[in-house]
Structure formats: C-alpha cells, structure tokens
C-alpha cells in the first residue's frame, strides 16, 4: 500500500505565505503525476496545481501568480508554495498522486488525509 502524508498548514495572516509538503511511503516502484487539490468549508473539491514526472504543471487559472507545484522524485514529495495569502485560501488541501506499487503492473491513484490552511487576521 501507498500512504501520502501532507504537513505544513496553519494558521497564517493574510499576505502571508506557507509552505505544504506532501510524502509518498510505502512499496514505491515510481510516481507518475502529482497534485494538489484543495476544499473550501461548504465548497467542492478545487484543483491548485498539477506536475508530470518531467516537470510540465497545470494550473487553477485563478492560483496560477500565487502558487507554485514542485516535485523532489528522490524523496517521492511535492510540494506546494503559497504566497499572498488570502481568506478565500483557506481550506484543506489535499495531496494527490499516481503510484505504482512493486505488486502490480498498473498505477494507481492515491490520496492523502489533507493539511488544513486557515488564513486569517
């Protein structure tokens, strides 16, 4: 099995910035795509920002001048950079990924728990 582990929100002031990680552990043969997502209180699920295995990255068109998706394959994390902060931030953010296992020939998709981000003064 694959657990993703997210860390790294908080409470934090508007115009402020976070920085969220997420670990990918267990029997690991490779991760494909990456991403993170993220929901508002009383909202649906939101997209932030995605990342392929070389790099390329989507984006929300409302996130893209303020976040930023970023990946380390030698230690299966991606991370997302969140700057200018504002109310409307706030929400738990979710990590997504397409791993394949050591046991199976195809990849599958996995989340993780979430890390709450509460931008407030």
């Known amino acids: 099995q694959v657990q993703l582990v997210e860390s790294g929100g908080g409470l934090v002031q508007p115009g402020g910035s976070l920085r969220l990680s997420c670990v990918a552990s267990?029997?690991?043969?490779?991760?494909?795509?990456m991403a993170w997502y993220r929901q508002a209180p009383g909202n649906q699920l939101e997209l932030v920002a995605t990342i392929s295995t070389n790099g390329e990255t989507t984006w929300a068109d409302s996130l893209k001048d303020r976040f930023t998706i970023s990946r380390d394959d030698a230690k299966n994390a991606v991370y997302l950079q969140s700057d200018s902060l504002t109310p409307e931030d706030t929400a738990v953010y979710y990590c997504?990924?397409?791993?394949?296992?050591?046991?199976?020939?195809?990849?599958?998709?996995?989340w993780g728990r979430g890390t709450r981000v509460t931008v407030s003064s």
């Open positions: 267990g029997h690991i043969s490779r991760i494909y795509h």
């Open positions: 997504h990924a397409i791993v394949r296992t050591w046991d199976r020939e195809t990849a599958s998709p996995y």
